[in-house]
């Protein structure tokens, strides 16, 4: 196996446990632990957090463990006015350019989240829901744009798993990707817009809920 | 790097500042030699040539790279070196589009944001940038219009936006100095801007970053023929 692909194992692995709550806001991230309960070598170890401190789930600290990252609700707030933008960008983008096979994919990541819902472990069907928001950017057939998507989506992961999990309504988030949905098969830019905006309306107030109720639980600090 | 904990952590912890700064002033300049072209698309980095010229270790050099790598400005190639990324028509397309939307989002919320100072200040940019229009002076010009740009990102006080913004016009850094303005397309690029100065005066953040959007794509018909 390579470094790249083992370190990309271990990074999904940690990322987990810090959307689990395992490793909480705030909590080190010890390399060396880390690398020791894995049965890993600190190389790949070290890229992994590399990894996440992309993403923003950790931050670096000069000879020092990096942190499980605090995002303060300012900072949440500014990156979901900017990935709101992306995303109706993809959803305008995808209407014209998705291809026949691609709306076929996003369908079934719709059946597959229908059919798992009630059932499914929480974090599993976190990622199958924002497999779906991935795969319109993807669609939009513009590169820079899935990617800036992917990165700024990534910043934004733990708070949204908290929030997705705070809000489990089945008819809510189903409808709203059927809307979606509906309107890339028969490409109506409005109606893919206006759903992606109701996905996205009402996160922010969530989310200052999910921070509070966090700072008040008192986690590590 | 070693890890360390304890005591000893707390004093060397002042260190690896400097050399942050070191990374970052090498990025900068490694950044310059390409958009003007002195590093052109396609070549290879002479990293031995390139380290010893600029006087600093193999470490933050590298470090530079990777820098540079992530905006998308070289390609590090496992193995077989360094090269200067050579950007296809649509990826340049790609990033005006993304660029368009930020910007939208940009000027709508610089005029809700931004201090009566600040507005002022944007504005005198674009008086520089018009006499400097009228002089025909347009490496000058080009500075201030990228400054204008980012000063307009700036004062949306949204970091993440901030950030996007930055990443993408430095990829389209080189394109836009190389960019083959003919008189008719700078006195339109100079069109623009006026309507630009005009929401900015009104204090209209949507006409503002409808403007702006517009004026993004419009780049896309302006720089089209130098790809």
Not at chain 1, 81 to 101: H, I, M, W, Y
Not at chain 1, 144 to 169: D, G, I, K, P
Request: hydrophobic share 40%.
């Amino acid at each position: 196996m390579t470094i790249t692909s083992l370190a990309e194992q271990i990074a999904n692995h940690l990322r987990r446990e810090i959307l689990r709550g395992k490793l909480p806001p705030g909590a080190p991230v010890k390399e060396r632990d880390n690398a020791t309960d894995l049965g890993v070598s600190r190389t790949p170890m070290r890229e992994a957090i590399r990894i996440l401190a992309k993403e923003g789930l950790v931050d670096l600290r000069p000879s020092r463990s990096p942190l499980v990252a605090r995002p303060s609700l300012r900072e949440v707030k500014d990156a979901i006015d900017v990935l709101t933008a992306l995303e109706v960008l993809s959803g305008q983008l995808a209407c014209r350019n998705a291809t026949l096979k691609e709306i076929e994919g996003l369908r079934q990541i719709h059946t597959q989240m229908s059919d798992i819902y009630d059932t499914a472990d929480p974090l599993d069907l976190f990622e199958v829901d924002m497999s779906f928001h991935l795969a319109i950017a993807q669609a939009s057939h513009n590169a820079l744009l899935a990617e800036t998507h992917q990165a700024y989506l990534a910043r934004l992961w733990r708070v949204r798993y908290l929030t997705a999990s705070l809000q489990h309504n089945r008819e809510r988030v189903l409808d709203q990707h059927a809307t979606i949905l509906n309107g890339l098969e028969t490409r109506a830019v409005a109606q893919v817009t206006a759903g992606i905006g109701l996905q996205l309306d009402g996160l922010v107030e969530s989310i200052a809920q999910v921070l509070k109720h966090e700072d008040e639980s008192g986690s590590v600090s | 790097m070693v890890q360390m904990d304890g005591m000893v952590d707390e004093i060397i912890s002042l260190a690896p500042i400097e050399k942050q700064t070191l990374h970052d002033q090498v990025a900068s300049q490694l950044r310059d030699l390409i958009i003007e072209g002195v590093l052109e698309p396609g070549s290879r980095i002479d990293e031995t040539a390139l380290v010893d010229r600029l006087g600093v270790s193999r470490t933050p050099f590298r470090e530079a790279l990777r820098t540079l790598a992530a905006e998308g400005l070289v390609m590090i190639r496992p193995s077989k070196g360094t090269v200067v990324r050579r950007l296809q028509r649509e990826e340049v397309y790609s990033m005006l589009e993304v660029l368009a939307e930020i910007e939208r989002l940009g000027g709508r919320l610089a005029c809700e944001r931004a201090k009566p100072a600040e507005i002022s200040e944007l504005l005198n940019i674009h008086d520089r940038m018009i006499a400097l229009y009228e002089a025909r002076d347009r490496l000058p010009y080009y500075k201030l219009n990228q400054l204008f740009h980012s000063r307009v990102a700036e004062v949306s006080r949204n970091a993440t936006l901030i950030e996007v913004q930055a990443n993408i016009q430095s990829r389209l850094k080189r394109i836009r100095f190389v960019g083959n303005h003919k008189p008719k397309d700078w006195a339109d690029a100079v069109a623009d801007h006026e309507e630009m100065a005009k929401a900015l005066r009104a204090g209209d953040g949507p006409r503002l970053g409808d403007v702006m959007a517009k004026h993004l794509m419009r780049t896309w018909d302006r720089v089209e023929d130098s790809l």
